[in-house]
Nanobody, 124 residues
């Protein structure tokens, strides 16, 4: 299972920073590719970032490169999306999921269980 540490919606100002956390139970995250995905209102779901099994590669969407960082804390069996210099266009529902294929296109996992996600709103 994957469980967001945060719950409900999160609101931040443009230029601000936010860290999303997703904790795993029942399996070791270190041996799985993991990813962050988002879906803005009225738009299709897109890949934001992924990190491959054993951290051999990381990928980011062009829209977030240089601003977002994906990472793991193996001791806590938790992974994170550190978001900086947030922009209004980052507003979306964010999801964490196991990502069996982590390549440059950050493909949407076919068998992911998305759950409720977390609404992140970036506005003045």
């Amino acid at each position: 299972q994957l469980q967001f540490v945060e719950s409900g919606g999160v609101s931040v100002q443009p230029g601000g920073s936010l860290r999303l956390s997703c904790a795993a139970s029942g399996f070791n995250l270190n041996y799985y590719g993991i990813g962050w995905f988002r879906q803005a209102s009225g738009k299709v779901r897109e890949g934001v970032s992924c990190i491959s099994r054993l951290d051999t590669a990381t990928h980011y969407a062009d829209s977030v490169k240089g601003r977002f960082t994906i990472s793991r804390d193996n001791a806590k069996n938790t992974f994170y999306l550190q978001m900086s210099d947030l922009k209004p266009e980052d507003t979306a529902v964010y999801y964490c999921a196991v990502a069996p294929l982590c390549i440059a296109t950050i493909p949407i996992p076919k068998s992911a269980s998305w759950g409720r996600g977390i609404q992140v709103t970036v506005s003045s």
